[in-house]
């Protein structure tokens, strides 16, 4: 059975940079999306990135695009989120998720079937 391990949340200030990490264990990796999605508190759970099982195809929700970095290692297991210039909206709870099914990629948090504990991000105004 696939396990997702976040870690890397904290608390930063505005226009400062995190980054986050995602463990994966149970399967072969590289043969699945990955994606991260974050919750506020009171506001429903949103897409943020996806990273394809090569790494090629990249996928941003418009509110990160060009602050945010997916990214994956294969040979680690492991994909990360790189964040710069955070912003007070930024605050949530990120979480790694990923499919049952190889080779896909989706973008709403509806048909996720693992999900990671979720690790906090919490950005200082």
């Known amino acids: 059975q696939v396990q997702l391990v976040e870690s890397g949340g904290g608390l930063v200030q505005a226009g400062g940079s995190l980054r986050l990490s995602c463990a994966a264990s149970?399967?072969?990796?590289?043969?699945?999306?990955m994606h991260w999605f974050r919750q506020a508190p009171g506001k429903e759970r949103e897409f943020v990135a996806a990273?394809?099982?090569?790494?090629?195809?990249?996928y941003y929700a418009d509110s990160v695009k060009g602050r945010f970095t997916i990214s994956r290692d294969n040979a680690k297991n492991t994909v990360y989120l790189q964040m710069n210039s955070l912003k007070s909206e930024d605050t949530a709870v990120y979480y790694c998720?990923?499919?049952?099914?190889?080779?896909?990629?989706?973008?709403?948090?509806?048909?996720?079937?693992?999900w990671g504990q979720g690790t906090l991000v919490t950005v200082s105004s």
């Open positions: 990273i394809a099982w090569t790494g090629v195809n990249i």
């Open positions: 998720a990923a499919l049952s099914t190889p080779y896909k990629i989706v973008l709403v948090p509806t048909s996720i079937t693992v």
């Open positions: 149970g399967r072969t990796f590289s043969n699945y999306g």
